[in-house]
Nanobody, 118 residues
């Protein structure tokens, strides 16, 4: 399984960004996808997750501002996970990572930098 994240950038406070994570390889229908972030000097923290059945959950710090969604190709060979981030705050500045859990294994993509200026 390979994960490739994109969509980060520099945005002013109150702005929006959409992150994408393309997952390819042996992707099963029963899995959990998620986004994490890590700010300088901080530990990596969970931001949002979605089950294979489509249930989405969010960290309190982003609830109401961020939305996770996913598209799956017809042959299940690829899956794209999105993180729509609205009303961004300077404290949202971090490197964002996508994650996929399936069959007891954890897969990570390279991070994408999100910087929110005040």
């Amino acid at each position: 399984v390979q994960l490739q994240a994109s969509g980060g950038g520099l945005v002013q406070a109150g702005g929006s960004l959409r992150l994408s994570c393309l997952a390819s390889g042996s992707i099963f229908s029963i899995n959990v996808v998620g986004w994490y972030r890590q700010a300088p000097g901080n530990e990596r923290e969970w931001v949002a997750g979605m089950t294979g059945g489509g249930t989405a959950v969010y960290a309190d710090s982003v609830k109401g501002r961020f939305t996770i969604s996913r598209d799956v190709s017809r042959d299940n060979a690829e899956s794209t996970v999105y993180l729509q981030m609205n009303s961004l705050k300077p404290e949202d500045t971090a490197v964002y990572y996508c994650n996929l859990e399936q069959s007891g294994a954890n897969y990570w993509g390279r991070g994408t930098q999100v910087t929110v200026s005040s």
